[in-house]
DNA sequence: CACAATGTGAACGGCGTGTGAAACGGCGTC
DNA sequence: GACGCCGTTTCACACGCCGTTCACATTGTG
């Protein structure tokens, strides 16, 4: 019900606005950004649709100032014609997704609906994912390529931990601290046995998910360069 | 830097792949995800973009596994024509953003980058680079020119160091106690080894980055003057 | 040419890690 | 309160990597 997007210019594209009225989603035009806050829904903004179609310059300043709030709009979608795909360069920072118009007004929608499920997800993690390897951290449940893992509670929060941070070598001292607490004082070693139970869990196939570092410590996976 | 995308399916859209050859993309196509290891380049893919014109089924079967991997491939591009605009509804884990085909050439480029853009800026780039030389303090990852490197601990850490301070000259006394540790007590040929296991990883092309001054030390790449 | 410095190959051995099993401790049941 | 179960921690031992050292070859320098 509060879906409430920022449209920029005053009055927009009348395609634009036509669009959304059909989707169903509640806009706001504006031409600054300053008065932003006057009428800002209680629940924030839902997004930003920018048009840089009429005044480049005036729409690249928008969404700056969108993105300095303390609490940026996010997402924000930039409408822009097809001399002007150059001008993206460089500002990548400003905009999370863009748009050629004149557009198809199922692109739209469609590109919305997928921002809005991109910027869920990104605010409130239910689920940790990982190539083949899925944690439910509402249902403590965890799973390989579909099958469920019977996990015990440090193995969960342990392999939680390594998921929540893939590639990121971590030593057994941090690990300690970070998934057992500060206050725990103990031998490293229980670092590895938990490892090798979850390697035993993780089944054959996926054992090696999890890499030793030799006189490192331990990651999840690999990130690329 | 060897920029390598996965394309799918095999062979790929005539214009897709005309605008990657004239961006300068290195690309390899596939109709089937599970052989894709065999031809994955040592720094793993750049990216993916999947045509879901011609069979539709098969490529989010594609997406699926792309995304199962151990090291997901990220980002995935999608290729649809407008009337499949509806299917992306409910897939928004396989995809991390689309384009409708026909696509303007420059609309690819700018998505693309921005893509690109977007995963690299998303990990936090803790590395040091020299030349060719990158290295990745968080993942303990090394490689030169693309290359990853199978560094001992070692000797990553002493590479590390003097891709620290590049061009500059240590004395295996001052390498023993930074990178050994001051406590350290033993011979100083132990740098040599290790200096000579590096040059040999680091491959005959780039082995004189390491440069030997003859009763002085060793330094990594030039020092400009 | 002589000597020093460095490169090279190989071998030793310590130490970090994997592995199996036992001990510990909390918690619920009888 | 005694017992047993289960998750966690600790211990002991074996294995193999890799850091270190040595002997010898090669290169460079006065």
Redesign the interface.
């Known amino acids: 019900m509060t879906e409430q997007f920022v449209l920029f210019p005053d009055p927009p594209p009348p395609d634009l606005v036509r669009t959304l009225d059909l989707s169903g989603y509640a806009w706001t035009a504006t031409n600054t950004a300053t008065d932003l806050s006057d009428v800002e829904p209680d629940s924030g903004w839902t997004g930003a649709i920018v048009s840089a179609d009429a005044d480049p310059e005036k729409a690249w300043a928008i969404c700056r100032e969108l993105r300095k709030r303390d609490v940026p709009v996010e997402p924000l979608l930039l409408l822009v014609n097809?001399s002007q795909?150059?001008e993206?360069?460089a500002r990548?920072e400003l905009f999370d997704?863009?748009m050629?118009s004149p557009f198809?007004p199922?692109?739209l929608?469609?590109r919305l609906?997928?921002l809005l499920?991109?910027v869920g997800r990104g605010v409130r993690p239910d689920v940790i994912?990982?190539?083949?390897l899925s944690l439910n951290l509402e249902t403590y449940q965890a799973q390989v390529?579909g099958h469920p893992l019977d996990l015990t509670f440090m193995e969960y929060e342990l392999l939680k931990f390594l998921a929540s941070h893939p590639?990121?070598?971590f030593t057994r001292e941090t690990l300690l601290n970070r998934v057992w607490g500060y206050e725990y004082y103990g031998g490293a070693r229980t670092v590895d046995v938990h490892v090798r139970r979850l390697r035993a869990k993780l089944g054959e196939e996926?054992a090696?998910?999890i890499q030793t570092?030799?006189?490192?410590g331990y990651?999840l996976?690999?990130?690329?360069?």
Do not use: N, T
């Not at 994912?129 to 083949?132: Q, T």
């Not at 570092?213 to 490192?216: N, P, Y």
């Open positions: 097809g795909l150059e993206l360069q990548d997704d863009f050629i198809h199922r692109e929608e469609a609906r997928h499920w991109r994912e990982y190539g083949p390529s590639g990121k070598v996926h090696h998910m570092l030799r006189s490192v990651k996976g690999q990130s690329r360069w």
